[in-house]
């Protein structure tokens, strides 16, 4: 698939051009729509929330508080990540293929890109680091270092990987699909009026004369796909200062302890990663089921999180806060079976599904986007043939 960075479609649309309603500006719905407009699609992007980055006064959405480090499936989140969901749904293999896609797709724009928008500030907001995994059982990578026996680990492995200030890079997308030609749309569905996706659907698609609609709502997908398998896990991290003041030694590397399993009950997670040059974010959280935001940096789980980190890492206690947004809580969009990229078998009208990706949106989400897109192409060809017409 060819992308390009350059403020206009690398295939411009024509007066044939189908119209593609997007829902939802997470990283998964700007992803969509970016290889659409470049696919000569018409796109619109309707969302109650959009990237804010401006200040620390509102509150950021799912996609801006992720840790956003590129891990290899099952990833940080460990064994709690992917369920086995049986046939017909996503596995662990179709995670490595888009997770696969999604670093050759960081790789390569790390590596090539220099353009108008990055010139313009709108930096993207990646780097490329080296990625510490560690691990309480797994004898193919011993470690030779010292310093972790206390910690009951192992082995371990380093490779590099992509980290996204998610800030920076929301803002990079929602700047460029728009110069691509993208409208962005501000509204709210309420499901008591409206009802879910295939109830307003075909009325959507009718006042905005458009042809298919991609869903990429998150967790709204609960009740707007009326999907029963959607649920939240509630996570946080604590925002270090990582500007070399102070005793705390500045820190290029990510350091991940993934969930595993150990005498059959789940251990935590350790999560250490460079945001950027000044921030260091230290995670994590993982609860099933909480969708109440009402966490704060005293909270005991939030104390218990920090210690680990700091028993791994006893410089940790030497480190001070970024003051201005010290702490950072969310809910990840998990579904019991597994991300769903898929076309609806239900709906009266050409729907595609984008979304549950859990902790891991990042990871995936070029991954899923370009199959979310193949779909969609997919479908189109379908409104072409001669048994389907569109008033």
Known sequence: ????????????????????????????????????????????????????????????????????????????????????????????????????HSFDFYHQYHKNISNSFEKRGHSFGLQMTDLHQFFYKDERFPIIEVGFDKQDLTSAYTHRAPIINTDKAMAYLMALVAAKGANLETRKFDVEIDGTIRKFGTKLLKNHKAHLIVNATGLAS????????????????????????????????????????????PTKTIFIVPRNDDVLYVGSIIQPNNDVLCLNSESPEVQQMWNRAGDFMPTLHNANMVPMYPFAQGLRPFTKKNAKVRADDKAKF????????????????????????????????????PRHHIE
């Not at 099952?74 to 293929?97: M, N, Q």
């Not at 005793?247 to 595993?260: E, G, I, K, S, T």
């Open 222 to 265: 609960r009740e707007l796909a009326d999907d029963e398998h959607v649920y939240p896990v509630r996570g946080a991290i604590k925002r270090v200062d990582n500007t070399r003041a102070g005793h705390f030694r500045h820190l290029n590397d990510a350091f991940l302890v993934p969930a595993q399993r150990i005498k059959g009950l």
């Open 350 to 385: 050409p729907l595609v599904h984008n979304y549950g990706h859990g902790g891991s949106g990042w990871t995936l989400g070029v991954g899923t986007a370009r199959c979310a897109v193949y779909i969609v192409q997919l479908a189109i060809a379908d409104l072409r043939s």
């Open 1 to 100: 698939m060819v992308l390009s960075t350059k403020d206009r479609p690398f295939r411009r649309p024509t007066k044939d051009s189908k119209h593609i309603l997007i829902l939802g500006a997470g990283v998964s719905g700007l992803m969509t729509a970016w290889m659409l407009l470049d696919k000569g699609y018409r796109v619109t992007i309707i969302a109650e929330d959009w990237a804010w980055s401006k200040d620390f006064d509102k509150s950021r959405m799912t996609s801006q508080i992720a840790g956003a480090l590129w891990e290899y499936p099952p990833g940080g989140c460990g064994l709690t990540e992917i369920e086995s969901a049986g046939d017909g749904w996503a596995g662990i293999d179709h995670y490595r293929e888009w997770a696969t």
